[in-house]
C-alpha cells in the first residue's frame, strides 16, 4: 500500500497564500510522479497540479498563474503554494502518486486529505 501524508490546509480569506505538504516514503518520491487533486461538495474530484521525480509539472486551467507546485529532494516532500486564493477554491486537497503527471491513475491509498477554506 502507498501512503502519502498531505498538511498545511486552514482557513484564509480571498487573496491570501497558503502552502500545502505531501509527504511521501523516499521510493514513492523518486519514482512516480506526485499530484494534488481536490474535491468540493457536490462535485468530483479533480486534477489540480503534478509533478514528476524529475521536475516536469502539470496544472489545470483554473489554477494556472496562481498555484506552484515543487518538491524538496532532502525531505521527500511535494508542497503546493497557493496564492491569491479565490472562494472557488474551497476544497478537500489530497494527493496521489501516478506513473504519469496528468494523474488519470492514481495508485496510492486515498488519505483523508486537507481542507482549505477561502472566505471572508
Known amino acids: 500500500q502507498v501512503r502519502l501524508v498531505e498538511s498545511g490546509g486552514g482557513l484564509v480569506q480571498p487573496g491570501g497564500s497558503l502552502r500545502l505538504s505531501c509527504a511521501a516514503s523516499p521510493s514513492i518520491f523518486s519514482i512516480f510522479a506526485v499530484v494534488w487533486y481536490r474535491q468540493a461538495p457536490g462535485k468530483q474530484r479533480e486534477l489540480v497540479a503534478g509533478?514528476?521525480?524529475?521536475?516536469?509539472?502539470n496544472y489545470a486551467d483554473s489554477v494556472k498563474g496562481r498555484f506552484t507546485i515543487s518538491r524538496d529532494n532532502a525531505k521527500n516532500t511535494v508542497y503546493l503554494q497557493m496564492n491569491s486564493l479565490k472562494p472557488e477554491d474551497t476544497a478537500v486537497y489530497f494527493c496521489n502518486v501516478d506513473l504519469e503527471v496528468t494523474g488519470l491513475r492514481p495508485l496510492g491509498v486515498w488519505g483523508q486529505g486537507t481542507q482549505v477554506i477561502v472566505s471572508s
Open positions: 509533478i514528476t521525480s524529475g521536475g516536469s509539472t
